[in-house]
């Protein structure tokens, strides 16, 4: 059943929305800036297309509604709306369309926006500001979290922009940094991994294990609880609430994994790797491979591109191992794993045979 919601924004303004559910998922439809009566009205005409299947995703019109425009009014309100109120407006779409991770996020950026150019109304928001903006937060963070951060804000204006709000951007968005390419991820040779495993403590072991047959993030095999194993058909969930984004997937388990679980001690519920945090994982692998020499710019992480680079070099196509990944999309995938290991390549290069 749709819910009228009354919000009070912290510059005073009073704005409507509705929640309603849609195949499953909880969705919000904003109504804005009005009174009441005006709300009220456009929550029954809501509610009668909703039942009537007839919602298609475009903004009611206030007349069929037999409300009053508001165009003037909103004009009228532009300079309240302030960084903080842009906050909040991603923030009230991201609490029913993203993980818990992505709007904590989320709201960071805005944090760090108000801190550099401070509180200032969404009208005077300015390519010079956002400039200042990326060279403060470079000082900080990497040139491709500066990005994340800008395309967060650039769709906050833009939403903002879509509402009546008096927002612009120049050339329909603020421009991203300019980054070199990206080296293509380090992978793990068999006599590193047999090294690693090999002098891996026990419990440790069944970790890097897991990482290695699922190409799970390290968050996401932390988050993995027994009931989201399921051994009888060889499957593991991770849920949304552990995945980036966000995203919902399942991954197969295969026979050496299977095994590994079937075998792995201790009671069977709860999360299967309790015993470990995020940064404790990360400094044991980091003490391991100074222990056995890996070369530089080998991480825990090298685990998820080792699984994904090894599957594409035996032949997976790459929209299978995009699937297993959790990538956003194939392309992510293609940036970042069709790098070849050099004795894949030679074999590769040899099936050319012109002139023979």
Same mark, same amino acid.
């Given at each position: 059943m749709? !819910?009228?919601?009354?919000? &009070?924004?912290? !510059?005073?303004?009073?704005?409507?929305?509705?929640?309603?559910?849609?195949?499953?998922?909880?969705?919000?439809?904003?109504?804005?800036?009005?009174?009441?009566?005006?709300?009220?009205?456009?929550?029954?005409?809501?509610c009668r297309r909703l039942a009537e299947g007839k919602l298609d995703g475009n903004k009611i019109n206030v007349k069929a509604a037999n409300v009053p425009q508001l165009k003037e009014r909103i004009i009228t309100h532009d300079n309240l709306y302030k960084i903080s109120d842009l906050a909040e407006l991603t923030r009230s779409y991201a609490v029913a369309n993203k993980s818990t991770k992505t709007v904590e996020r989320e709201q960071l950026v805005f944090n760090n926006l108000d801190k550099v150019i401070g509180n200032i109304s969404v009208t005077y928001i300015n390519a010079a500001l956002i400039e200042k903006y990326k060279a403060i937060r470079l000082e900080h963070v990497s040139g491709a979290t500066v990005n /994340?951060?800008?395309?967060? /804000?650039?769709?906050?204006?833009? $939403?903002?922009?879509?509402?009546?709000? &008096?927002?612009?951007?120049?050339?329909?968005?603020?421009?991203?940094?300019?980054?070199?390419?990206?080296?293509?991820?380090?992978?793990?040779?068999?006599? $590193?991994?047999?090294? /690693?495993?090999?002098?891996?403590?026990?419990?440790? &072991?069944?970790?890097? $294990?897991?990482?290695?047959?699922?190409?799970c993030r390290?968050?996401?095999?932390?988050? @993995?609880?027994?009931?989201?194993i399921d051994l009888d058909r060889n499957q593991i969930l991770i849920r949304g609430e552990v995945g980036k984004m966000g995203k919902r997937r399942s991954i197969p388990i295969n026979n050496v994994l299977a095994e590994v679980l079937n075998n792995k001690l201790?009671?069977? #519920?709860?999360?299967?790797?309790?015993e470990y945090g995020s940064n404790q994982v990360s400094m044991k692998f980091r003490r391991l491979a100074k222990k056995i020499d890996l070369p530089n710019g080998i991480s825990l992480h090298s685990l998820r591109s080792t699984f994904g680079s090894t599957l594409i070099n035996k032949g997976?196509? /790459?929209?299978? @191992? !995009?699937?297993?990944?959790?990538?956003?999309?194939?392309? @992510?995938? #293609?940036?970042h794993y069709l790098a070849l290991d050099? #004795?894949?390549? &030679?074999?590769?290069?040899?099936?050319?045979?012109?002139? $023979?």
């Open positions: 749709p !819910s009228l919601r009354k919000r &009070k924004w912290s !510059s005073n303004r009073i704005t409507w929305d509705i929640r309603y559910w849609d195949n499953g998922k909880q969705k919000t439809y904003t109504i804005g800036e009005t009174g009441r009566r005006t709300a009220e009205k456009i929550f029954n005409e809501f /994340i951060e800008l395309r967060i /804000i650039n769709t906050a204006i833009q $939403q903002a922009k879509d509402l009546g709000w &008096k927002a612009e951007l120049p050339e329909k968005r603020f421009k991203l940094l300019k980054l070199p390419d990206t080296e293509p991820p380090k992978w793990l040779t068999e006599p $590193q991994i047999n090294l /690693i495993l090999s002098n891996a403590d026990n419990e440790f &072991k069944i970790f890097l $294990q897991f990482l290695l047959h699922t190409g390290r968050n996401e095999a932390l988050g @993995v609880t027994w009931k989201d201790g009671r069977r #519920e709860g999360l299967l790797f309790p997976v196509d /790459i929209y299978t @191992v !995009s699937k297993f990944l959790g990538h956003s999309s194939v392309k @992510v995938t #293609e940036k050099p #004795e894949h390549a &030679k074999s590769a290069i040899n099936k050319l045979d012109y002139g $023979q």
